[in-house]
């Protein structure tokens, strides 16, 4: 299974002194421990990581370990202009992580942020023959992290 981590969700899945922690020791340990792989790429969402630099290590570590999918930046990028023509909404500002999800076809997204759940969910907004993600965003959503929810860039 793969999932995408927006990156307002990177301190709670990967800083144990985070507040959010608790909810997201079953994605770090899934990704640690079991089958998880973290998918990512594309120029916007390369720039955030960049500029949360704690995670960046994070991310050079799990690519050494076989747990990153790196995903085309310019097939992201496309994606993201694409959906970012569709929506004209002051509120959404993560058109990226549509397109990393719509490029790679990864069924799962963790974040914490509200406001952009109603865009996620927005099937418009995905290509046609492409399911919108389901969504973890709490502990209560650790079923999500099974064999069923593995896209095919991460087998």
Same mark, same amino acid.
């Given at each position: 299974?793969? =999932? ?92 990226? =992580? ?21 865009? =996620? ?23 999500? =992290? +099974? ?6 860039? +991460?087998?």
């Amino acid at each position: 299974m793969c =999932l995408v981590i927006d990156t307002c969700a990177l301190s709670g899945v990967f800083n144990p002194e985070n507040s959010r922690h608790p909810d997201f020791v079953p994605v770090n340990s899934w990704i640690y421990k079991g089958k998880g792989k973290v998918v990512y790429g594309g120029t916007r969402y390369i720039r955030e990581l960049e500029r949360a630099d704690r995670y960046l290590t994070v991310f050079v570590e799990l690519g050494r370990i076989n747990k990153a999918v790196k995903i085309n930046d310019s097939a992201v990028d496309k994606q993201e202009r694409r959906v970012s023509q569709k929506v004209n909404d002051k509120a959404f500002d993560d058109a990226h =992580l549509i397109a990393i999800l719509s490029v790679s076809r990864c069924r799962l997204i963790c974040t914490t942020e509200k406001r952009a759940i109603p865009f =996620l969910k927005d099937s418009s907004l995905y290509p046609k023959g492409v399911k919108r993600p389901k969504i973890y965003s709490r502990r209560e959503h650790r079923d999500l =992290l +099974c064999d069923a929810n593995i896209a095919d860039c +991460c087998r």
